[in-house]
């Protein structure tokens, strides 16, 4: 440690450099943006400008802000709510028999049905408030983050190396200590990964959630999603255009000072014991390295999250690492069933009273036709968009010059809002009579398509030089190469694009099944529109149906066709 | 030697110690170690020697408070060891080195652990990255570092909480022979210099020579169960000579006792065992076996070979030449018998046969003495559509002995199976069935 100190003492280079005026002037812009939004959040509903919206485009770089503010708001809540239940789910064999199966449930259900009641639950606990509207916009975005950021963490705790555990058992590490020097460690590549995955899915969430109407209200937050409603509302094609081009700079920006630095920063944590060739450094990680002040800064911050890392805290006695000599007690797992009876038996109750009261089995079969409608258009859009892709990433990823090149695009793009970008598609269908049930569906995976490229890329960049020669050598040409050689060399790269790009259409459909334009709205047919319309009536019995439908549908889909497939990738077409 | 040693203070004791487990549903307990004792007193290195799933490595974790035994006493310092104990630092055969720290903050986390201040925890892990030869890399990653410097780190981690005993579990296992015999030489000079902040070393291994160079005890495990099936001094004062006479005599007694022993154990147990078909088999290749039996066949050996010299002269450790021999004598191929090995008159026929006669020869051994071969032969035979599902064959090792193992015997079943052409198999499905067999 001092002689990494002492160098930079040595050149005798006290004074500030331009990078460290740099930095503060981005440092003081931050805490001035924070403060300002602040003070917008605590302000009564009814005070003046609270919840108005102006098109003057001067206007954008605020909404821009606090519409970025929400979403580090609820990263921030998504990380609390991962290093809390993740590790209950982990640490606790009792507690992860029920943690786990609701997480996965969880991740199924398009919360976007629900949005409507959690503004109303949010808002009585704030009343009048924009506080209220805030955390019910910071909750939405949550709900679209949080799952497989757990989900993620709770594997890496599951996968910790058996010898490090050991090791940080033999060298007396508490419980505390092993959490951050080995389990959080260990899941940080996992994590990061996640967290921008996430990041990407909450853009598409933060605009949908900042307009939102309850009964005859309709409230707008400031921020780039009421901004383009009110563009809507407005028929102003101008506004829509500002708005796609300030929720670009917005992107751009968060990509390159935030995650790929942080991408490149959590390579240090991945757990190989070979050096591999890595990218070269972000920019941004290479003026925080090189900026005295950020570095400074950095290692004051990194030497605090040290020494909290580092109490000695222990919440459990120590115990030897096996397994054997603390064996589950049957009595008290019998014990925890028995408490969890009653719960359920509630929930049922409650269920069923709900449901027979409000709904019909005609319901339930409409509701169902629908759900069909819109798994055909889920399935017909992802294998338009695999045929599509599938051969353009091959392509791309086979020449690493252009795969380096397109890479950070389609990541960049996947995090693109796509639905900043219906307007013009609406406005193209209004003005030439199309036929919305057939023309609305692109709409489902204008953002998730690039899930397929990117990962398609990645995996035919992967693709062993030794394997590609082979083919070449044999003259496999043609047909027989894409059957033989690259499909299932990259099939497990594929399915996990797939995975990720079905998912998001399933819930892109509720925003992308009815659009308007002003007064003109349009409708296709399909378990989306139905849980748009019955939300707009403020119907819940119909939305929960709905939503509980969608889920099944997600569910069944994920369940019987893609964790089969990836199962296979993984046994038989990994390169390992 | 051994009278000045036996004055100095008991670190560790282990008296009648057994490590067993149950299966769910299996009657019978599975013993990884049985009735084994261990006295280590201060000022003395001692080896535990055996093939693997010996529990040399389960014991030396009893010893490191990371498992409990089934029953026994162990005591530290006259206490029993509950967890970790105080005093006890251990190295990994794996490294088991933390890939975000870099070598400096490795050496430190057993000192952080203890809530040694800052400066003092600098300054001892500085003091043990200079001793061990680290000087210079307290910056790097693991992942920088080859494969010796990262043990030089875990030996560092290991010393700079200056334990009384340090546990070192296969330490030279994954490095390549020149690495190690430069590490095994630094540890024993640091040793033999009083210069190593220990007082004493326990060592798991399964390398014959590097026991009798680095120890002054040697205890050799026999297998299944686990046990000691003797002690051995070794006289030898430090620097040792490989090539000495009498070090050259101790190393070939010691494959005499390891060849020797397994023998009658292992036909108690499978004398003891309510079925022949759960008889541990060794993942050993058919190619690795056709190619020692005419390495045996051909000049020198013509037929016989001195065990140690053979494994000297195909690079091969004990630990990997013992099965390899004792799945030729279940075979019936060849013969080991203290410390040598002889082809037997199938084995040179078979050596002489071509690749199709070499597959016949090798099923009939396989129907003739491998019973859980014959067992799935007999079963594919008898079923009208010549399918059976492996799960039940796994099911029903895994009675007899842990998952690990019945999954490495069924494994080498399939490999052999296959070479013989007595079945096939279908890894999806995991199925053994008579395609493509005629």
Known sequence: ?576 | MDTIIAAHPTLLEVEACRQSYRKDAGNADLVVLEDVNLTLREGEIVALLGRSGSGKSTLLRIVAGLLKPTAGRVTWRGEPIKGPADGVAMVFQSFALFPWLTVQENVELGLEARGVPRVEREQRAEAAIDLIGLGGFESAYPKELSGGMRQRVGLARALVVHPDLLLMDEPFSALDVLTAETLRTDLIDLWSDGRLPVKSVLMVTHNIEEAVLMTDRILVFSTNPGRVASELVVPFPHPRNRLDPAFRQMVDDIYALMTRRPAPGLRAATALAPAAIAMPLHRVGTNMMSGLMETLAGPPYEGRADLPALAGSLQLEADELLPLGETLQLLHFAVVEEGDIHLTDQGRSFVNAETDDRKRLFAEALRAHVPLAAMIRQVLDERWNHRASAVRFRDELEDHMSPDYADETLRSVIGWGRYAELFSYDEEAEQFSLEDIE
């Open chain 1, 1 to 576: 440690m001092l002689n990494n100190a002492y160098p930079a003492l040595a050149t005798g280079r006290r004074l500030p450099n331009l990078w460290d005026v740099v930095a503060i002037l981005c440092v003081f812009g931050a805490i001035v943006g924070l403060v300002h939004v602040g003070q917008g959040a605590l302000v009564p509903l009814n005070a003046p400008h609270a919840t108005e919206i102006s098109l003057d485009p001067a206007n954008l770089p605020g909404y821009a802000v606090r519409t970025t503010l929400r979403m580090f708001a609820a990263i921030l809540a998504s990380l609390l709510f991962t290093l809390t239940y993740a590790t209950a789910a982990a640490k606790s064999r009792r507690l992860g028999l029920v943690l786990v199966p609701i997480l996965d449930i969880l991740q199924s259900v398009p919360i976007l049905g629900f949005l409507t009641f959690t503004v109303v639950f949010f808002m009585s606990l704030f009343p009048g408030q924009v506080l209220g509207l805030e955390l019910a916009a910071v909750f939405a975005i949550f709900t679209s983050q949080a799952w497989n950021m757990a989900f993620s963490f709770y594997q890496s705790l599951k996968t910790v190396p058996a010898d490090l555990a050991e090791a940080s058992v033999s060298f007396h590490l508490t419980g505390w200590q092993r959490f951050w020097r080995l389990e959080v460690p260990f899941a940080v590549p996992g994590l990061v990964w996640n967290t921008m995955m996430s990041m990407s899915g909450g853009w598409f969430f933060v605009v949908a959630s900042e307009a939102i109407s309850v009964g005859d209200n309709t409230w707008k937050l400031p921020g780039i999603g009421s901004y383009v409603a009110l563009a809507l509302e407005q028929r102003d094609i101008h506004a829509v255009l500002y708005a796609i081009g300030a929720m670009l700079v917005v992107i751009l920006l968060y990509d390159q000072l935030l995650f790929r630095p942080l991408v490149a920063w959590s390579a240090k944590f991945r757990f190989e014991t070979t050096a591999s060739a890595t990218a070269d450094d972000p920019w941004v990680l290479r003026i925080i390295r090189r900026t005295r002040l950020l570095q400074l800064a950095g290692g004051a911050v990194g030497s605090a999250v040290g020494a909290f890392g580092g109490l000695r805290l222990s919440f459990l006695p120590r115990r030897s690492a096996s397994a054997a000599d603390h064996k589950p007690s049957r009595v008290v797992d019998a014990l925890c069933l028995l408490a969890l009876v009653p719960v359920l038996a509630w929930a049922v109750y409650h269920l069923v009273g709900f449901v027979s009261t409000e709904l019909s089995w005609a319901d339930l079969g409409q509701v169902f036709v629908l759900g069909l409608i819109t798994m055909l258009r889920v399935i017909v859009l992802i294998a338009l968009a695999s045929l599509i892709w599938v051969p353009i990433g091959v392509w791309i990823g086979l020449r690493p010059v252009w795969a380096r090149r397109v890479q950070p695009l389609a990541q960049f793009l996947a995090a693109f809002p796509a639905n900043l970008l219906f307007p013009p598609v609406v406005l193209a269908i209004v003005s030439f009579h199309l036929n919305p049930d057939i023309w609305l569906t692109p709409l489902m995976v204008l953002g998730t398509q690039w899930y397929i490229l990117f990962n398609v890329v990645a995996g035919a960049a992967a693709f062993p030089g030794d394997l590609q020669e082979a083919a070449k050598n044999f003259q496999v040409g043609g047909f027989l190469w894409w059957r033989r050689v690259i499909l299932p060399g990259i099939f497990s790269y594929y399915v996990t694009g797939a995975i990720t790009a079905s998912g998001g259409s399933w819930n892109a459909a509720i925003v992308a099944e009815v659009v308007s334009w002003g007064t003109t709205k349009l409708t296709a047919h399909g378990l989306g529109a139905y849980i748009a319309d019955a939300t707009d009536k403020g119907d819940m019995a119909r939305v929960v149906l709905g939503v509980a439908v969608m889920s099944g549908f997600v569910l069944l889909f994920n369940r019987l066709l893609w964790r089969p497939l990836y199962g296979y990738a993984q046994r038989r077409l990994t390169l390992a």
